[in-house]
């Protein structure tokens, strides 16, 4: 009769090591690959090779085309915001006049009753429903009371007496935000990017995609290098090039322009999902998706 070891033992009412490990449990790592990182040379909206691509002052970099639509989208969007807000408000002014208006009917009401006795007097001999609740002879009066609670009576069996939740339009924002930084954006804040493009005759035989590099020490530009563009000018350098020579010598070293230190924009590296390069993810929930799919406990990374 063979032994009873860890791994051939599961009558138990826990998990040994051994299934634990096969379960999944402990520290999950993954490194990420390549398609799982936006490229440096890709849009934001898109996420494909930028044509005409433009800057904000966050270094996010977008298509032209991308860009102008989605600020136009949300111009759009905010006109619409404000024409019902407007509206609201003109419903709740005209709510406010006729509460007004009826409360001065019953102001006169009650006060010709007083005057002219408890009972109304009419002229009209046939008129057969006063406005306490006699409905001819052989109907019940309804007192005030009774009267005002079928009045505002509420019923979620009933379709005539559904209660309705008011649906009100807060005042919306007239800016418009970049739609990756979700900070304030105009048009005009925007500028051109100009990457430089290795024409070499080895590249250029070699592949037929397009690559970029740093026009002041020539290395090729990829996601693992920190990219800094100017926003005087638009060319864009790697981060030990602006730091060491622009930042110091205030001159742009492609086109020989003045650039003063808040023209330095650091272009952000982007991934999609929580694969954003050069973010700080933390497990804060834990999940157990069943023995038999090999993945045991997950801990799904969150952003902090």
Known sequence: MP????????????????????????????????????????????????????????????????????????????????????????????EEAEKLMSQKARELDAFDQQNHGAVPQYSDRNYSQDKNGFHGANSVKVTSYEEEALRTMKAFWLPSATPVAPVKVDAPSTCTVCPEGKEKLKLKSLFPVYFTEDTSEKKSSSSLDKTFICPSCKVTLTNTLSLVALSSCGHVFCKKCADKFMAVDKVCL????????????????????????????????????????????VRPATKT
């Open 3 to 94: 032994q009873r070891h860890s791994k051939n033992n599961n009558d138990l009412a826990f998990f040994t090591y051994d299934e634990k490990r096969k379960l999944g449990y402990g520290t999950q790592k993954e490194r990420l690959g390549k398609d799982s990182i936006k490229p440096f040379d890709a849009c934001c909206l898109c996420l494909k090779p930028f044509i005409d691509p433009m800057s904000c002052q966050k270094g996010h970099v977008f298509c032209k085309e991308c860009i102008l639509e989605c600020l136009l989208a949300q111009k759009k969007d905010i006109q619409r915001k404000l024409a019902s807000h407007e509206l609201q408000k003109k419903q709740e002014k005209e």
């Open 254 to 297: 492609a086109c020989s322009k003045g650039c003063k230190e808040r023209n330095l924009v650091n272009l952000e590296k982007g991934g999609t999902g929580f694969a954003g390069h050069d973010d700080h993810l933390v497990a804060t929930d834990f999940k157990h998706l069943g023995s038999g799919s090999g993945l045991g406990l």
